[in-house]
């Protein structure tokens, strides 16, 4: 249960963490090789990009959990608890209802690789591995996004202000 808790509160942050490692640490060594010995590898340029992808959709998962994703929110200052819960329990449901539909039809882009068995050129891997950024970061989308309406029904329901997210400029 322990480490459930821990793999919940941290489990962007990790991920986060290694795609943001392995981008780095391959760049440098592809600057390196093509600076001092001339040559360079697709590779490394392939480990790159998709190491990029994937830090995108689970840094949007973690903006999501964290509500740390963009928005327009000058207007909840004028409101009470119960209406700012309602409005946040609103735009939740919009944003889960979208991330089911890209969840689905992200995950048939999938399915479509696997099934003609794609391949990336330098890697020559399974397109699939790479494609899985998309429904992995949907997938933690919707989980956080289930998280939030919890917490903020649970906030409406005991008359708690609504959880706003860490302010950047407060």
């Not at 249960?1 to 795609?19: G, Q, S």
């Amino acid at each position: 249960m322990k480490i459930l808790r821990a793999i919940d509160k941290n489990a962007e942050r990790w991920l986060l963490l290694t795609f943001y490692v392995m981008l780095v640490v391959t760049m440098a060594v592809e600057v390196i090789r093509r600076e001092l010995f001339a040559y360079s590898s697709i590779w490394g340029e392939e480990i790159v990009r998709y190491s990029f992808i994937y830090l995108a959709w689970i840094g949007a998962a973690a903006a999501v959990k964290e509500r740390a994703h963009i928005r327009i929110d000058v207007i909840l200052h004028y409101f009470g608890p119960r209406p700012k819960a309602l409005f946040y329990i609103f735009g939740d449901l919009v944003m889960l209802f979208v991330a089911l539909v890209a969840l689905y039809w992200s995950y048939e882009t999938v399915h479509v690789s696997a099934k003609f068995g794609s391949v990336s050129h330098g890697l020559r891997i399974s397109m699939v591995w790479f494609l899985m950024a998309v429904p992995l970061g949907f997938a933690l989308m919707t989980w956080r996004l289930l998280q939030s309406l919890r917490r903020d029904i649970r906030n409406l329901r005991d008359g708690t202000p609504v959880f706003e997210g860490d302010k950047l400029f407060d």
